[in-house]
């Protein structure tokens, strides 16, 4: 059983509209919660980082975390065709050096 | 500012050889980090150091050796090259504190064994 789930997409949206990705993950002791972005043959990059539930905003991204429901999303605001990547969630148990990654989501926003 | 660095990008190898991947990162983080990325199987975690003078295995740890040469330098060593260690590599690092911090990650090397 994956321990952190993402649908693989691709996730199309056309341009100015939201783009929603959502990330569920199994183990009740994961604490911190993160996205990441990666271009096709280019290294992950962090997006958002979230700790409590609730959101957090930076910029046209929004994260969400429900932590009862064991779920974490991302929001994207006012797509561009520039955002098209692969987004990957990741989950730390316990501030230890495990970090779970899921295989990804591919977003592709359509001009 | 340079984050962290990974050299080489690109390498291929024949079954049997051996090589080192260099990581080395400037922003004063305890850990770091090495995992491989294969195509629909995610970021697996090779090896990590959770600080200077320390290294544990990860979840794919066989056919790998690591060595923290100090805070900022972590190399990964493939000692003799095998087809299945055909992936990219990728570098991290972290703070290493609290409830686990972000990590940042290096540029990555692509790594074909033939």
């Known amino acids: 059983q994956k321990e952190v789930e993402q649908n693989s997409g691709p996730l199309s949206v056309p341009e100015g509209a939201i783009a929603s990705l959502n990330c569920t993950y199994s183990?009740?002791?994961?604490?911190?919660f993160f996205w990441y972005r990666q271009y096709s043959g280019k290294s992950p990059e962090l997006i958002m980082f979230?700790?409590?539930?609730g959101d957090k905003e930076d910029g046209r991204f929004t994260a969400q975390l429900n932590k009862a429901s064991q779920y974490v999303s991302l929001l994207i605001r006012d797509s561009q065709p520039s955002d098209s990547a692969t987004y990957l969630c990741?989950?730390?148990?316990?501030?230890?050096?495990?970090?779970?990654f899921g295989t990804g989501t591919r977003l592709k926003v359509l001009a | 500012n340079a984050g962290v660095t990974q050299t080489p990008k690109f390498q291929v190898l024949k079954t049997g050889q051996s090589m080192t991947l260099q990581c080395a990162q400037d922003?004063?983080?305890?850990?770091m980090y090495w995992y491989r990325q294969d195509p629909g199987m995610g970021l697996r975690l090779i090896y990590y150091?959770?600080?200077?003078?320390?290294?544990d295995k990860g979840e794919v740890p066989n056919g790998y050796n690591v060595s923290r040469l100090n805070k900022r330098e972590f190399s990964l060593r493939l000692e003799s090259a095998a087809p299945s260690q055909t992936s990219v590599y990728f570098c991290?690092?972290?703070?290493?504190?609290?409830?686990?911090?972000?990590?940042?990650f290096g540029n990555g090397t692509r790594l074909t064994v033939t």
């Open positions: 922003m004063n983080h305890n850990s």
């Open positions: 183990d009740r002791g994961s604490q911190s």
């Open positions: 150091s959770a600080s200077e003078g320390t290294t």
């Open positions: 979230i700790y409590s539930n």
């Open positions: 991290a690092s972290s703070e290493g504190t609290g409830l686990g911090s972000p990590l940042h």
């Open positions: 990741a989950v730390n148990w316990r501030g230890t050096y495990k970090y779970i």
